[in-house]
């Protein structure tokens, strides 16, 4: 339903400005983390149309990182070196950057920045502000506002709307790869270009066909911040570009060399950060033995380490620096196709029960064996032995979970461990001697917390249950991957690790909507929710329905949550403060790391 307007104008849904000026250097942080950008902005009220009302509007919470203590002007020297199992394919051409993007994050801006305690509501990043416009047919207008005196690196001059817009136009090509650029950056603007233009040399303006929240909450803050020349682009084309990399971040490209390290260099005087280290440098080192050995000896100063490496560690005298919440690992349960009629519906499964879209899921027995499921496994005894304490119990999963964001519920708390009360709800339901399930656990990259959570899951429900379950070590791609694409897991259940979290409506990208290509379930109420949420812009609205359908999976027990882990870097005697990036499973905000004070 649309406003009615007396004059015909648009409903502006959100105005978020920054009343900072041109930029000049920010600078190193000394007692405090890592620096935030800027303070939440505030926001303006919009002129209307006479007799409309003024629709609400939620201001971004300031985030997490505390701003710096002012001090002399930082001078860049010495080296920071990490030490990395891969360096991905070494491809540095912005939309062809997948596995590599941790490492080219030091070279980017984006153009805004994530609020690590609001999470859907951005900050200023290279724009200082922006605007965005909805129309009554659901078209929407952005306006961003561009910092002046932001600069590309060895010499190539001031970042304008033009290089932003050239820069954008790159992701709709067919062929992307990074961050699932094509697809989502057709769903912002379509396929016509002169949807985006620059304006003048500091404003970019771009119209949308539709609402697209994802694109503005996540797509601008941790992605599509690889702006380059315009210039540079035209002069050494996409495969110059992918072999010396010029952007604007805090640190530009100094040298590659394939299988062995990419060196960084600081930018002085930086907008943002001027980086306390003078270079940054990646070096490959595939096994967890020598990376903690050239940790020891020096040669390296920062090292992802697996948790079972931490005593080793801190004997040696080294400090562990956190990144929580960088993950999130659950059991899902096969089958569960209640959108539209599917061949892969578990018809015959216990925790599927009946086509039934209604509340309880698939009716009141299959709803108490999924409770029975959950409640029969000690998912802080998993924490505790599988992941060495090293995270928190997992509440509800598909990135619902982080407590003090908008949308969350204080009556979420973790299932209960009560295996009595489990086998109890599993004789109401019909099965007092239990059942047969398939368990596939398959191996991701970087340990093997899949296997070591399915074989701690399964042998509980087989004391406490009487199940039976089959195990069934495989290779994600293609064994379980195919299935879900195919909508054909009956009979099944999965341990699934993805990374850090996000929002629910990023989740919408996967795991979820049955227009999906990677689903785990399928149900009307899942699809309405992510139809609406990428939809809508305004974060107190988005974050209203987002609690609903909490709720919604909270009650339903759609899924079995097991643990979302922290990330553990090892760090050495050369530095000092550093905070990773929150809710990511890769190092981040390497630019902020500082020197440590003797």
Known sequence: MFMRFVAPMMLIVGLVACARAAPTATPAPTATLAPAATRAPAIPTATLAPGVPTPTRVAPTPTLIPSPTATPKTVPTGTLNIAVPSMGNEDWLPRMVVQEGYLVQPMYDTLLQE?????????????????????PDGQVEYTFKLRKGVQFHKGWGEVTAEDLRDF??????????????FTIFTEWLGKDESRIQAKDRYTLFARSPQPTAYFLETGLTRGYGAVYPKKYMAEVGED??????????????????????????????????????????????????????????GQADIVSISRQFKPEVLAAGLRIITARNAGED??????????????????????????????????????????????????????????????????????????????????WKPYPYDPK??????????????????????????????????????????????????????????????????????????????????????????????????????????????TKARAELDPGKRAAFTREVGDFFYNNYVSQPIV???????????????????????????????RARK
């Not at 924490?383 to 999963?397: P, Q, R, S, W």
């Not at 990511?584 to 902020?592: Q, T």
């Open 330 to 411: 659950f059991l899902s349960f096969g089958g569960m196709y209640y959108a539209v009629p599917r061949p892969g519906f578990g018809v015959n499964d216990p925790w599927v029960g009946s086509y039934d879209i209604k509340e309880p899921v698939g009716g009141a027995n299959a709803l108490k064996v999924r409770q029975a499921l959950n409640l029969a496994v000690d998912k802080q005894a998993i924490l505790d032995k599988i992941y060495l304490g090293e995270g928190y119990v997992t509440t509800i999963v598909m990135q619902f979970q982080k407590e003090g964001v908008p949308w969350w519920n204080p009556a």
């Open 240 to 297: 110059g570009l992918r072999r010396q990399p010029v952007h604007a971040g805090p640190y530009e490209f100094k040298e590659h060399k394939r299988g062995e390290r990419l060196s960084l260099k600081a930018v002085t005087d930086h907008w943002r950060v001027t980086p306390e280290f003078a270079e940054l440098n990646f070096i490959v080192a595939p096994e967890p033995a020598t990376q903690i050995a050239m940790l020891r000896i």
């Open 168 to 181: 954008f136009l790159a992701y709709g090509k067919s062929g992307t790869l990074s961050g699932g650029g």
């Open 421 to 530: 009360r489990a086998k109890e709800l599993l004789t109401e339901a019909g099965y007092p001697n239990g059942f047969s399930v398939n368990l596939w656990l398959p191996r991701f990259p970087g340990g093997t917390q899949s296997l070591d959570d399915g074989e701690a899951i399964a042998s509980m429900w087989e004391k406490n249950l009487g199940l039976t379950v089959k195990r069934l070590v495989v290779e994600y791609r293609p064994t379980v991957r195919t299935p879900l694409v195919e909508r054909n897991t009956k009979g099944y259940m999965w341990v699934f690790i993805q990374g850090g979290v996000g929002t629910p409506t990023t989740a919408c990208t996967i795991g979820g909507i049955s227009t999906t290509v990677v689903l785990h379930w399928e149900h009307p109420r899942w699809d309405d929710f992510c």
């Open 115 to 135: 609020n690590f305690v609001n999470q859907d509501a951005p900050l200023p990043g290279m724009a200082e502000s922006w605007e965005v416009k909805q129309f």
């Open 564 to 594: 979302n882990p922290n990330v553990l870097y090892a760090v050495g005697p050369k530095v000092g403060q550093w905070e990773p990036t929150p809710n990511v499973s890769s190092a981040g905000r390497l630019e902020y790391a500082t």
